[in-house]
Nanobody, 118 residues
């Protein structure tokens, strides 16, 4: 079994910064792409940023230039540095990871709340 545990969420004022972490543990042979998603109340879960095993990244338009995704493969950890936060960034943030080489499957963390006050 594989577990993903997020940390780093909290309450911040608009314009501030937060750094989220997500550590994977358990029966891990290899990890492919890792990503951050977010879900605001009453809305669907949307992709925020993706990073491949090779370090290529993709961002949602709404966070481009403000958020940075990175990973530490030795620690099986993915990070999300969030700068110049806006109230509309308020959501539960979830990480996911594709684990395994022969038959990869995706695992999700439990989510961490980010609240940006105006």
């Amino acid at each position: 079994q594989v577990q993903l545990v997020e940390s780093g969420g909290g309450l911040v004022q608009a314009g501030g910064s937060l750094r989220l972490s997500c550590a994977a543990s358990g029966s891990i042979s290899s990890i492919g792409a890792m990503a951050w998603y977010r879900q605001a109340p009453g809305k669907q879960r949307d992709m925020v940023a993706i990073i491949t095993s090779g370090g290529s990244t993709v961002y949602a338009d709404s966070v481009q230039g403000r958020f940075t995704i990175s990973r530490d493969n030795a620690k099986n950890t993915v990070y999300l540095q969030m700068n110049r936060l806006k109230p509309e960034d308020t959501a539960v943030y979830y990480c996911n990871a594709w684990v395994g080489s022969a038959t990869p499957r995706v695992y999700w963390g439990q989510g961490t709340q980010v609240t940006v006050s105006s």
